[in-house]
């Protein structure tokens, strides 16, 4: 049996920022992997300078971010899908989102082709945004928002009836890769190595922000050996990730010593599993294929 696996996320670069050891991880044990982009990240702002000075991220920023899209998943491995919906940017509170935009569409209307895709890869295992979107960005909470409905009506006929035959997934994860548990180990393992380090102290600041967010995860999956496979996608994201990124201050080898996981939480299960897991596909048998 292929076992496979899908990540819905709501803009390129997002898979490679919240999961992509994970991704890696899969790929390399044989599943498939199926990466959904919700959205093509029009109106993000190009945050690395070098980038920027590229006429095309001024003329054609979509087409750039399709660009570093392909680079991502040729790094990674996975199959990739994008939704076609448009960026709806982070509008100041009070205001609201672009007409026509992501998160201006009904659920039920942007739901009809994730519906689809699922029902066309037949995944058994989803991975999505938890109901704050993993952060309060609109595109993140309407991912959460569509998941959810894939997630519940994918595997009934009546729902959606010319979006393909039913398949019902088996599982459903919310991403918790940022979490305090981890953050804790890092600045304890980075003290211990390195008790004068810069780092030290951005750590200290990220423990006391992160403790106010307590971990939620019950899947632990070990992908220490990705880390630098993960940071290549995430580069690939050139428009989004400036070569001084936060995202490389963690030496990968204090990580994978402090925690060599990705985390998730199980949000719903259609077969019988533990408290606490390894394996994303813990429980799935060929019955379930």
Known sequence: MT????????????????????????????????????????????????????????????????????????????????????????????????????????????????????REFRPHVMITYNEQGGYPHPDHIRCHEISKLAWEVSGDAESYPAAGAPWTIKKMYYESIFNAERI?????TLQAHDPESPLVAQFSDLAERFALRPSDSTAKIEVGRFFERRDEALRAHASQVPPDSPFFFWPNEIQREAWPFEDYRLAASRVATSAFEADLFQGIEEKDA
């Not at 994008?82 to 100041?92: E, M, N, R």
Request: proline share 5%; hydrophobic share 40%.
């Open 184 to 188: 804790s180990h890092m600045l304890d």
């Open 3 to 118: 076992l496979r696996l899908i990540a819905v996320h709501a803009h390129p670069d997002d898979e490679s920022s919240k999961g992509a050891a994970t991704y890696a991880h899969y790929v390399d044990a044989g599943a498939q992997v199926l990466i959904v982009s919700c959205t093509g990240g029009e109106r993000g702002d190009v945050l690395n300078e070098l980038v920027a000075r590229d006429p095309k991220s001024r003329r054609d920023l979509a087409g750039l971010r399709r660009d570093e899209m392909a680079r991502a998943r040729e790094i990674i491995g996975f199959e990739h899908r994008w939704l076609g919906y448009q960026d709806s940017g982070l509008p100041a509170e009070g205001e609201a989102v672009p007409a026509g935009s992501f998160a201006d569409i009904p659920v039920e209307v942007s739901a009809e082709p994730l519906v689809r895709i699922v």
